[in-house]
């Protein structure tokens, strides 16, 4: 059994951090992703407990209040956190836990738990981005653009990160990935 160990996937809306993290946790057996809460309206066919935890803004202040987060942020209108005592119960079980968060939550892990790897997934480039948002179909123009406005000052900040993958081939990047946590975590077992 290796150890636990805490794993932080950001980078702009659409540039594949969940399709890669779904690719990850089919081909690394210890691996757990975190399910964050939000104050966001669930999307067609997002389920309550099984993308997210949704709920209201009381319920969220609650959990901040009451230090149920490990880290929380504002993206784009909407709060989002992740809760602290099943990532706390996941990494103790040896698990190789992943964090899919914005970037203001990875510096907040960071300062919590230094030995959180960060990842930063990029975008081949900003058109390929907004192609791949408008094709998700999830989102309106509006919310499209505000998510493109976010995603300048995000990559801003990717050199700040332990490693950055460019997500061009999804084969190629999710094997990249993989890679890199199998690595870490191995290293980390000494
Ligand atoms: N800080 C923080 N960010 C989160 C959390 N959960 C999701 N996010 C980020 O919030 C942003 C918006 O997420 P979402 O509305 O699901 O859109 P999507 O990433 O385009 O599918 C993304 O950058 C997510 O990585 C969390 O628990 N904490
Ligand atoms: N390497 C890739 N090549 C082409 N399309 C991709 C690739 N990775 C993801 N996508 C598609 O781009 C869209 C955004 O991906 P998603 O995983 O939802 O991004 P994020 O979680 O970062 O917002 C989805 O429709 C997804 O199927």
Redesign the pocket.
């Known amino acids: 059994m290796r150890h636990g160990n805490l794993f932080v996937i ?1 980078g702009p ?2 540039a594949g ?2 399709t890669l993290v779904a690719r990850l946790l089919r081909e690394v057996p210890d691996a757990w992703v975190s399910r ?3 104050t ?1 309206a669930p999307r067609e066919g997002e389920v309550d407990g099984v993308h997210y935890q949704f709920a209201s803004a009381e319920e969220f202040q609650d959990l901040v209040d009451t230090d149920g987060l490990l ?3 504002t ?2 209108g ?1 709060r ?3 809760p602290r005592a099943t990532v706390e119960d996941h990494m103790a079980c040896g698990e190789q836990v992943i964090l ?3 970037v ?2 990875a510096f907040q892990v960071r300062d919590k738990m230094p030995a959180a790897r960060l990842v930063f997934i990029e975008p081949p480039s900003l058109q390929v981005l907004e192609e791949r948002l408008r094709g998700r179909g999830t989102e309106s123009d509006e919310v499209i653009e505000a ?1 493109m406005k976010a995603a300048e000052v995000e990559l801003s900040r990717k050199m700040e990160y332990d490693m950055r993958l460019v997500n061009d081939n999804l084969d190629e990047a999710t094997d990249a990935l993989v890679r890199y946590v199998n690595e870490q975590a191995e290293k980390a077992r000494g």
């Open positions: 950001s809306s659409g951090k969940g964050s809460v939000t966001r880290e929380w942020a993206y784009a909407n989002y956190g992740t899919e968060i914005d203001q939550g998510r």
